[in-house]
């Protein structure tokens, strides 16, 4: 074979077995399809390679042992938890026990979520624990949970506010004082999914106005609920004094009305319009009327007062409209959260239900305006999730229910602080003892692999670079960083002169 056949054969087959070494080692990465496709935009060619088989996993798919959506935890010791040993725990056991009064009785599937049912074996311990004294209520969050630190993604710890049942004045009539419509909710509402009868709807997601039987259209907002769309159809519970009284009993989600004859009523949330809760004080703030600082539920209520036509507007820009209804409580007894019992002042929370199950303890530190207004008080309790809210939202974000009154709304209205968020977590859902069953990663390349693949910094290295082979007679492509092996560079053959067949002087 002359020679220049000869190297034509030698390159040919050089690069046919290079690229498939690329082929061959890009599926570790890229997958064999990737690369199969890699070499043949850079070798079409060359003959048609088989496509690789797919890479089998060694292992299952196995579920992460504790998945939040868009947090962060740490697993911490009893003895890390700031604060501890200072709680009066025997009164957050009392609050965790009335939780388990509702999970003991659930039936079916558990819900979707990182806790799901792990918190019924706490509980079916706690129905026969009739505690009485702080340290054995202690021993049992230290022998039933896990203390788990928790935060959003990227940030270092949780956010509270605080909200309280209202009492207000009011009437059952219509009158010169008492002429602002407290609504239940109208039968022409509806939201996919629910029955029109059906107890509390959710605070999330779109709400209908039926019309006949089957047209829907997105329900009236406050402002034309204000305006007198739904008036005169006997949804009337009661009328109060002022706009701003019914803002404030809609945010907080519930209220007591106190009349002339010494009656009460006691409502609770029924439904919403469908629209977004806007926080009206956040609008002030952005609007420069109060700095941020100074911002309270109580300096709202005095600019609303001072300003009518503002309030009025402003009402408005939170489209968000709640619908009432009555429950039969006593006076003695506190506003009933979502998960259907009364709620605990002092200890009950309002987290985001879309992420935690009801009944879950958290343990919430650092330090609070409890006293006053600029008062740095110490506040390490264990609160229990038993309620929800539409603008409770994110992972370590809690509403902390301080009880009926004003000085309960005082004290609410002025929290908006960080604080740290330790998460109780079922020991039957340890997530070191789930978490040791999970795959390990493929081991790494070969040396040699590593080697002619180096991991180089992509800034670092504008080209791919060459090494000398052992022989230093030629050299080697090495393809840059995987997983895009750079291809072969073309070597020009040296091209010799052609000499006429007659004077070879071996036979082919």
Not at 90 to 100: H, V
Not at 208 to 237: C, F, H, M, Q
Request: net charge positive.
């Amino acid at each position: 074979m002359a020679p220049e056949a000869r190297l034509k054969a030698f390159l040919k087959t050089s690069a046919t077995a290079l690229c498939a070494g690329v082929v061959a080692l890009s599926s570790f990465s890229l997958g064999a399809e990737a690369a199969r496709r890699h070499y043949r935009s850079h070798h079409h060619h060359l003959p048609e390679l088989p496509a690789a088989p797919l890479r089998a996993l060694p292992y299952p798919q196995l579920p992460l042992p504790l998945e939040i959506a868009g947090a962060q935890y740490l697993p911490l010791a009893w003895a890390d938890v700031k604060g501890w040993s200072d709680d009066d725990h025997l009164a957050a056991y009392k609050t965790f026990r009335a939780s388990c009064r509702p999970i003991n009785a659930q039936t079916g599937a558990p819900e979707p979520k990182a806790l799901g049912a792990s918190l019924s074996e706490p509980c079916r311990v706690a129905k026969s624990l009739e505690l009485t004294d702080d340290a054995r209520a202690k021993t049992f969050f230290e022998e039933n949970f896990a203390p788990l630190r928790i935060s959003r993604l990227g940030e270092p710890d949780g956010f509270v506010t605080g909200y309280y049942e209202p009492v207000l004045e009011g009437s059952r009539t219509q009158t010169d004082v008492y002429n602002v419509p407290v609504y239940r909710r109208p039968s022409n509402l509806f939201v996919r999914g629910y029955k029109q009868d059906s107890v509390s709807l959710p605070n999330k997601g779109p709400v209908y106005r039926k019309i006949g039987r089957r047209k829907l259209v997105p329900y009236y907002d406050r402002a034309e609920i204000e305006d007198g769309k739904i008036a005169g159809r006997g949804l009337e519970i009661a009328w109060l004094k002022d706009p701003t009284d019914l803002l404030f009993a809609q945010i907080q989600g519930s209220a007591r009305i106190k009349f002339d004859d010494g009656g009460t009523v006691r409502l609770n949330y029924d439904a919403y319009n469908g629209y977004p809760y806007t926080a009206v004080g956040r609008i002030l703030i952005e609007r420069g009327i109060i700095p941020k600082e100074e911002m309270s539920m109580q300096k709202i209520r005095e600019w609303m007062a001072q300003t009518p036509d503002g309030a009025k507007e402003l009402r408005r820009q939170n489209r968000s409209y709640i619908f009432f209804r009555e429950v039969n409580l006593s006076d003695k007894e506190e506003a009933v959260g979502a998960q259907g019992i009364p709620l605990t002042a002092g200890r009950s929370i309002a987290v985001d239900k879309s992420l935690h199950v009801y009944g879950t303890p958290f343990f919430i530190e650092g330090e609070l305006p409890i006293d006053s207004e600029r008062a740095k008080t110490p506040f390490h309790r264990l609160m229990i999730a038993q309620d929800t809210g539409s603008a409770i939202i994110g992972p370590a974000r809690a509403d902390l229910y301080f009880g009926a009154g004003q000085e309960a709304g005082r004290v609410s209205g002025r929290l908006r602080h960080a604080m740290h968020f330790v998460m109780l977590v079922p020991k039957g859902l340890d997530p070191t003892a789930r978490g040791a069953r999970l795959p390990v990663p493929d081991p790494r390349p070969s040396e040699k692999i590593a080697k002619l693949f180096p991991q180089t910094e992509p800034a670092k290295s504008a080209a791919p670079a060459a090494a000398v082979a052992p022989n230093k007679s030629e050299t080697v492509a090495i393809a840059g960083p995987v997983p895009l092996p750079a291809p072969r560079p073309v070597i020009e053959p040296v091209r010799e002169p052609r000499r006429h067949p007659k004077s070879r002087s071996h036979p082919q």
